[in-house]
C-alpha cells in the first residue's frame, strides 16, 4: 500500500466524494482540516461558566472533542455533510399560537436521524475504501453523526457547510438551518475547501430576543441550562418553576431561535419520507398526547428521538404544557385523574398546572412571535 497519496488521485477522489454524497442524498459536502484550536478555547470558556448545566458528557473527553486526531489516531481530514430535515407543510407558529396543541422541535416530528445519517456515512465511507483499495492506498476512519466528542458545528463551517450565527446553528445562505450534520473522519490527505462562507448575520439580533427563556448570554453563546431544549430533554428532574410559563407549549425542544432567523426563508422542505411527521406529533393535542400510556408511548415513539426522554419526563413536559393552556373542565380533569398513579416528578408537575388552572390564570397572550424579526 502506498504511503503518501498522489495529490492529483486525492483531487480525483475529493471530486468523487461530493458526487457521492449526493448521491446518497446529502444536500452538501465539504472537506476540512481539524485546527480546531480557537473552538477548543471557548468551548473551555463556555464549560468553565457552567453552562452546560448537568450535561457533564459535554467536558468528559478533554482535547478529544476539538483534536479529531487524538479521538481517532492517524486522522488528517473530516468530511462535513449536511442532511437537510424540515417536514413539508410545516406551521410551526400556527402550533406555538395554539395552547391546545403539542409542540415538538421539528427535527423530532419523524424518525430518529441518527440510524438513516450513520448508514449512510458508512456507505460512503465503504466506496472511498473501495477507490483507495484499487490504488493501492491504505484508509482508516470513522463516521459519527452526534454520536461521539465531535465538534460537528465547527467542523461543518470550517468545511464550508454555513457559519455558525448568533443562535449558535450552523446557518446555509441558500439553505437556512433545518439540517442534522455527520462526519467522516479519515487519514487521507484530501485537499480542504478553502471557501468558507462568511458570517452574514450582522446586525440582526432576532434569534436573542425571541428565546422565550432568554437564554442567551449574548450572539454566539447559549446558557444551556436556561434553554428549553436542554429543560425538556436533557433535564432529568424537576423544570424550574422560573422557566415552566415561559415554556408555554413546547414539549419536546424548541425552534424559536430558527423560527425566526430571516435566513431560514430559504429553507427547503426535506424530500426524505423518515423525517415527514408520525402520529400526528407536529400539531399534537395536548390532552391526547398526555393520555398516552406508557406502552402507547413506547409503541408510538419507536425509532424516534423523543424515546430517549422516556414516558415520565414526557408526563413532566406536557403537564406543564397543560398548565399553560387556557382552563378547561377537560384538562382539569385529566390531570386530576392523572395525579394519585403519577410518579413524585410528574405529580409535581401536575400540581403546579392544577393550581394554576384552578386559580383561573390564564398563559399571558403577549407573546414573542417567532413569526416576525
Not at 24 to 39: K, N, P
Not at 229 to 251: A, C, D, W
Request: charged letters at 25%; hydrophobic letters at 35%.
Amino acid at each position: 500500500m502506498s504511503a503518501i497519496p498522489d495529490p492529483q488521485i486525492m483531487q480525483d477522489l475529493a471530486t468523487q466524494i461530493r458526487l457521492w454524497g449526493r448521491e446518497l442524498g446529502f444536500q452538501q459536502v465539504g472537506i476540512t482540516d481539524c485546527r480546531l484550536e480557537q473552538h477548543g478555547e471557548r468551548l473551555q470558556q463556555w464549560l468553565d461558566a457552567g453552562y452546560n448545566g448537568d450535561m457533564e458528557w459535554m467536558g468528559a473527553h478533554g482535547e478529544k472533542r476539538w483534536r479529531p486526531e487524538l479521538l481517532e489516531e492517524g486522522t488528517l481530514r473530516v468530511i462535513s455533510v449536511r442532511l437537510d430535515y424540515l417536514p413539508p407543510d410545516t406551521q410551526p407558529v400556527q402550533v406555538l399560537k395554539d395552547s391546545t396543541k403539542a409542540y415538538v422541535s421539528r427535527y423530532a416530528n419523524g424518525r430518529d436521524y441518527h440510524k438513516l445519517i450513520r448508514k449512510r456515512l458508512a456507505q460512503l465511507a465503504q466506496q472511498v475504501d473501495r477507490y483507495c483499495e484499487q490504488r493501492g492506498i491504505a484508509t482508516s476512519g470513522r463516521a459519527f453523526t452526534d454520536s461521539a466528542p465531535v465538534m460537528e458545528r465547527a467542523l461543518a463551517e470550517k468545511a464550508g457547510l454555513g457559519w455558525i450565527g448568533k443562535n449558535c446553528m450552523v446557518i446555509n445562505s441558500t439553505a437556512g438551518s433545518w439540517f442534522f450534520l455527520g462526519e467522516i473522519y479519515t487519514n487521507l490527505p484530501l485537499p480542504v475547501d478553502v471557501s468558507e462562507e462568511p458570517n452574514q448575520c450582522g446586525e440582526c439580533t432576532a434569534c436573542l430576543k425571541v428565546c422565550p427563556t432568554d437564554a442567551f448570554v449574548g450572539p454566539y453563546t447559549l446558557d444551556a441550562r436556561r434553554c428549553i431544549s436542554y429543560l425538556t430533554i436533557e433535564n432529568k428532574g424537576p423544570i424550574p418553576e422560573e422557566f415552566r410559563e415561559p415554556m408555554g407549549n413546547r414539549v419536546f425542544g424548541c425552534d424559536d431561535c430558527q423560527i425566526i432567523c430571516p435566513w431560514n426563508k430559504f429553507a427547503k422542505p426535506t424530500a426524505e419520507q423518515d423525517f415527514h411527521p408520525r402520529h400526528g406529533l407536529d400539531s399534537g393535542e395536548l390532552v391526547e398526547l398526555f393520555r398516552w400510556t406508557e406502552s402507547e408511548f413506547l409503541q408510538k415513539t419507536e425509532g424516534s428521538a423523543i424515546r430517549r426522554i422516556g414516558f415520565e419526563r414526557w408526563q413532566r413536559n406536557l403537564a406543564v404544557a397543560l398548565g399553560n393552556a387556557d382552563a378547561s373542565p377537560e384538562i382539569i380533569s385529566e390531570l386530576e385523574q392523572a395525579q394519585p398513579t403519577a410518579t413524585p416528578l410528574v405529580q409535581e408537575h401536575i400540581e403546579w398546572a392544577l393550581a394554576r388552572l384552578r386559580s383561573g390564570r390564564r398563559r399571558k397572550r403577549k407573546i414573542r412571535n417567532p413569526a416576525a424579526p
